[in-house]
């Protein structure tokens, strides 16, 4: 993970030289939560401008990254940080509780974050993930394998959103999969069999014997929907 980040600075610097306001790691790699076999590095990237002479410097150093298994920086100017919290609050309430600077300046210390724009981005999210999952359900709901893989590779959305709803509920944030869980499972008087289920499956690599995987998904469904709901009675 260190090396990795430290040659995406240096390739950042040498592309983009004193155009390059800042690099900043954020999500699973700043909090301690990094899975070398699941997890993504996500790093926002911030420069004065950004036109397309930017993006075709940017191409070969974001292939390579990608080709690390991670997805292509997060890439904004510094203004687009700066008047961009109304439409980004979770991303950027996430920035603000847990980053690391990797090269320039904290472009992140001073924005604030409306809650009401927080709140409602939230529950879009939720919503919009839900029926993401259940399109993507409808064409591998017959092979166990891809459906596994499919609820693995959702979890950790669903595990950041329930983190935000936890927060706006006035929890103390919790970045940890497994402690969202328990503490979703404390404040909604509910099991959440089905994501602590697919989150061994994560850490495994694989399903324990005799795992179903429609009856896991139909568990993990009913779990999503609850916290939707929990998010939909907070007060606007």
Avoid at 19 to 34: E, F, H, K, N, Q
Avoid at 113 to 126: K, M, T, W
Avoid at 183 to 210: H, M, N, Q, W, Y
Avoid at 230 to 236: H, L, Y
Wanted: hydrophobic share 40%; proline share 2%.
């Amino acid at each position: 993970m260190e090396q990795q980040l430290s040659n995406l600075v240096e390739r950042l610097k040498k592309t983009f030289g004193d155009r390059l306001i800042s690099a900043v790691l954020y999500g699973s790699g700043a909090v301690g939560d990094w899975n070398a076999k699941a997890s993504d590095l996500n790093v926002l990237c911030v420069l004065e401008r950004i036109s397309a002479h930017e993006l075709g410097e940017s191409e070969p150093v974001f292939r390579w990254w990608r080709e690390q298994g991670n997805p292509a920086p997060l890439l904004m100017s510094g203004e687009e940080v700066r008047t961009s919290t109304d439409c980004f609050p979770m991303e950027f309430h996430d920035m603000k509780a847990h980053r690391r600077v990797l090269h320039g300046t904290d472009v992140i210390a001073d924005i604030e974050i409306d809650r009401s724009f927080y709140r409602a981005e939230v529950e879009h999210e939720l919503r919009a993930k839900l029926l993401r999952l259940r399109q993507k359900a409808t064409e591998v709901l017959s092979k166990e394998d891809a459906l596994l893989r499919l609820l693995a590779d959702s979890l950790s959305t669903f595990c950041v959103l329930g983190r935000h709803a936890l927060t706006l509920k006035g929890r103390e944030t919790r970045f940890r999969k497994q402690e969202v869980i328990a503490d979703l499972e404390k404040v909604l008087g509910i099991p959440f069999d089905g994501f602590s289920t697919i989150l061994r499956i994560r850490a495994d690599g694989k399903a324990s014997e005799g795992t179903g995987a429609v009856l896991l998904f139909e568990k993990y469904l009913k779990e999503i929907d609850a916290l939707i709901r929990f998010v939909d009675q907070i007060d606007r």
